[in-house]
Structure formats: structure tokens, C-alpha cells
């Protein structure tokens, strides 16, 4: 069965999730090294001519180095014109504040079989050290496990595995919906805006309008909700972001607008899988706050014919209506 840590499964209240999208995630080419191909036919030419090569080699490179005047020129061709450019050294201390960090992983078990990683996440990890790459996705695999049972251990798993590949979106990604289930909001937040920035797509944008909400914020949700193109996304992220909308709405007080919102995506009973199932039961949820409580429980059977798994609590939500 292959894990990919970027899905989840939410809660059956109206703070929406975000399927994962597949042109989040784009494969990228091995960052290895090329080999030299050049053999060492010449290593047997004596250490007199190897010196002698080594020091032509070096007064041709001071030659190109200056110009007719004998003024000394910066050798890198890309910074040649560049006058005081910027020095970027790392901070004092960087270098033990990361093994100081990695001594702090949370531990993995030894069984882990990261082929359980979706294979363009793993793809993606390629530009890692080999050793890193593999730490990184026992990690992921961690998160993805824990989400749901243990979100502040799934969390400090992807956190560890931002540690030691924060430039790859779907690692941000992932620490990211980790932190959105352990409802640190602000944080994962942060990390879809950088995952969506890595990855140059639209993001998991129903989870960061949900993150808007759970920060108090419900009209910057229903305003980033306004800026996608709804053309670009797939039907379970519209449904998502509808319920985030549907959610913003109500947190403002507006249940007939938050209906509208729901039903621009056409609540459909015979359609039977969670996101619909989804849909309906926040469409009754959103009846029964309009005091229209025999539509609510109209729509609360619709959920029990579609939610197969019973993932939703639709059951107990109709009997205590009836």
C-alpha cells in the first residue's frame, strides 16, 4: 500500500481539508555529479612534468586574471562586473545548531520500508545525499502514520524532516498538514506558503484558508478562497474549499450566505464517495443552523447512502433530531 503524506483524512466538522493535488509535486532530475571521464593516461609522466603543467596552468590563470594595465580582475566570469558583492557565510554557530537538532530526531523504528512513500516523493528526495534521503523519508512515513492518532509526534517527525530538507516543497508540504492537524495554525500555515512558493502551483489552498480560519481570520479565508481559479483545481479540492467558505461564513454570522456557498457545488445524493458524503452532511449541518430542520435530516440520510465507511457521524446526528 503506498503512503503518501501529503493526504489526509478530516474531521466531519466544518474545518475543511485539502486533497492532495498531483501538479504539486513535479519530478526533478538527479542533482548527482557527472563523472570524470577523462582517464589518468598522463599519471605516469613523471612529477617533474605534472609540476611543471601545474604552474604554466597557473600563470595563464593570473594572466586572464589581469588586463593590459596589470590590474587584478576577479577571476569568477559571473561576478567580474560585480563591485562589493555581498559575502553570504553561514551565522556563528549553524553547524552545531543542526547536529544539536538532528541529535533531537524523534526515533525511528527499524522496520521502516520507505517504498511505502508515494514514488514522486521519493523521486523528489533524489537531490538529497543518499544517507540524508533516506532519514528524510522515514520521517515523512513517521508524519503520515501519526497524523491521525498522534498529530504532535507526526509533527515533530516532519519538523525533522524539514530540518534536514527544508528547499523541497513536498517536505514542507508535509510538515505543513502536520501542523495543521495538530491544529498549530500560524505554523502550518508558514509551511504551505513556502511549499506553494518551492513548487510555483496553487498549494494546498483549501488547508490555508482553514488555517486563516482557526487564526480568527475568517474573511482572509473566504478572500484567498475569491483569488483561485476554480478552473485549476479538482472537484474534491472545490468541494474542500466550499466547506472552508461555507465555515468562514458561518464564523461570521452569515448561514444564508454560507448555504449558498455550499450549494454553488451542487450537493449530490446519488454520488457516493467521502468528499460528497462531506459536502452533504456540511450542507445539513448548515440546514439545521437555518432552522430548516427537516431538510437537515433530509440530507443527513443522503450522508448514511453515501458515506459506505461511515467515517461521518451522520447516524448520531439524525437520532438526535428524531
Not at 528524510?136 to 498529530?151: N, S, T
Not at 486563516?212 to 475569491?226: D, Q, V, Y
Not at 464517495?273 to 440546514?287: G, H
Request: proline share 3%.
Amino acid at each position: 500500500m503506498t503512503t503518501d503524506p501529503t493526504s489526509h483524512t478530516d474531521h466531519s466538522n466544518q474545518r475543511g481539508g485539502d486533497s492532495q493535488s498531483s501538479d504539486q509535486r513535479k519530478t526533478r532530475n538527479n542533482g548527482g555529479r557527472r563523472e570524470d571521464s577523462r582517464g589518468r593516461k598522463g599519471a605516469s609522466r613523471g612529477r617533474n612534468k605534472g609540476r611543471r603543467f601545474e604552474k604554466d596552468s597557473t600563470e595563464r590563470s593570473g594572466q586572464r586574471r589581469r588586463g593590459e594595465s596589470g590590474e587584478r580582475r576577479h577571476a569568477n566570469r559571473a561576478g567580474a562586473k560585480r563591485k562589493n558583492a555581498p559575502v553570504h557565510a553561514q551565522r556563528p554557530g549553524f553547524r552545531q545548531e543542526r547536529i544539536s537538532k538532528r541529535a533531537a530526531d524523534p526515533d525511528l523504528p527499524a522496520d521502516l520500508d520507505i517504498s511505502d512513500l508515494d514514488p514522486l516523493v521519493l523521486q523528489d528526495l533524489k537531490v538529497l545525499s543518499k544517507d540524508n534521503a533516506t532519514a528524510v523519508a522515514k520521517h515523512m512515513l513517521m508524519a503520515a502514520l501519526l497524523m491521525e492518532d498522534d498529530p504532535q509526534l507526526a509533527l515533530t517527525h516532519a519538523r525533522a524532516a524539514k530540518d534536514r530538507a527544508g528547499r523541497i516543497s513536498v517536505v514542507r508540504e508535509t510538515c505543513g498538514i502536520a501542523a495543521y492537524h495538530a491544529q498549530e495554525w500560524g505554523e502550518a500555515l508558514s509551511e504551505l506558503r513556502a511549499a506553494r512558493r518551492i513548487s510555483g502551483g496553487l498549494g494546498l489552498v483549501a488547508v490555508m484558508a482553514d488555517c486563516e480560519r482557526g487564526l480568527g481570520r475568517p474573511e482572509k479565508a473566504i478572500e484567498l478562497a475569491r483569488e483561485v481559479d476554480q478552473n485549476r483545481l479538482d472537484i474534491e479540492t472545490r468541494i474542500e474549499l466550499a466547506i472552508v467558505v461555507a465555515g468562514a461564513r458561518q464564523d461570521l454570522g452569515q448561514t444564508d450566505s454560507a448555504l449558498l456557498a455550499l450549494e454553488t457545488m451542487r450537493p449530490d445524493p446519488t454520488k457516493q464517495n467521502l468528499s460528497w458524503a462531506r459536502l452533504s452532511y456540511v450542507y445539513a449541518d448548515t440546514l439545521l443552523s437555518a432552522g430548516r430542520i427537516d431538510d437537515a435530516k433530509t440530507w443527513f440520510r443522503h450522508v448514511l447512502a453515501q458515506d459506505v465507511d461511515r467515517i461521518l457521524d451522520a447516524q448520531q446526528r439524525l437520532e438526535e433530531l428524531e
